[in-house]
């Protein structure tokens, strides 16, 4: 029984450069959060997608975008990297758009030089 | 005043004493509660969660809730080795799949 999948594991990029991190939710899990989480901090909110719909975005600028996709998958695209971005970003699926119990990833640990 | 609150330690407890890690909340309209996991290097694990006040028990872990004092609580008994690791609060806050989290309690556990 897969749990969420998330590709790649780890990426090196450097400043302006831009990313896509991939992720493929628990099966049957139709709603999948995106978090950022730098050394030291809990993990932040980025997006939340259900049935291929943004239903929230945290305090994050425009140069972070998500989509989702028919099977559920999700793409996070980050523009215009700094080096502020450097992070392990996680996904988490849960089953429905309101449903509180999330389950994460393993994560992608992104360095920017 | 931070959303959710966590000492961050490190909390030391011996092999087979009790942890207790503790996490206040601000928001009074808050009804569930979670508790993760995570070690060195790896993502956030769910072990815990709770919707009512009291406590919850799953085998050496028990969450306790108060609602009146805005806390909630993770007692891990007969600590192990293995369960050296930070351990995240995590409160749904706005849409009900955004989880706030605090800043991690690392505990360790000494031979």
């Known amino acids: 029984d897969a749990g969420v999948t998330q590709s790649p594991t780890h990426l090196i990029k450097t400043r302006g450069q831009q990313v896509t991190l991939r992720c493929s939710p628990i099966s049957g899990h139709k709603s999948v959060s995106w978090y950022q989480q730098v050394l030291g901090q809990g993990p932040q909110f980025i997006f939340q997608?259900?049935?291929?719909?943004?239903?929230g975005r945290g305090n994050f600028p425009d140069r972070f975008s998500a989509r989702q996709f028919p099977n559920y998958s999700s793409e996070l695209n980050v523009n215009a990297l700094l080096l502020g971005d450097s992070a392990l970003y996680l996904c988490a699926s849960s089953l429905g758009p309101r449903q509180e119990t999330q389950y994460f990833g393993p994560g992608t640990r992104l360095l920017v030089l | 005043q931070k959303e959710v609150e966590q000492n961050s330690g490190p909390l030391s407890v011996p092999e087979g004493a009790i942890a207790s890690l503790n996490c206040t909340y601000s928001?009074?309209?808050?009804?569930?509660f979670f508790w993760y996991r995570q070690y060195s290097g790896k993502s956030p694990e769910l072990i815990m969660f709770i919707y009512s006040n009291g406590d919850k028990e799953d085998g050496r872990f028990t969450a306790q809730l108060n609602k009146a004092s805005q806390y909630v609580s993770l007692l891990i008994r007969d600590s192990q080795p293995s369960d050296s690791a930070t351990y995240l609060c995590a409160v749904p806050t706005g849409t009900a799949s955004k989880l706030t989290f605090g800043t991690g309690t690392r505990l360790q556990v000494t031979l």
């Open positions: 997608y259900y049935e291929k719909e943004e239903r």
């Open positions: 928001d009074r309209g808050s009804q569930s």
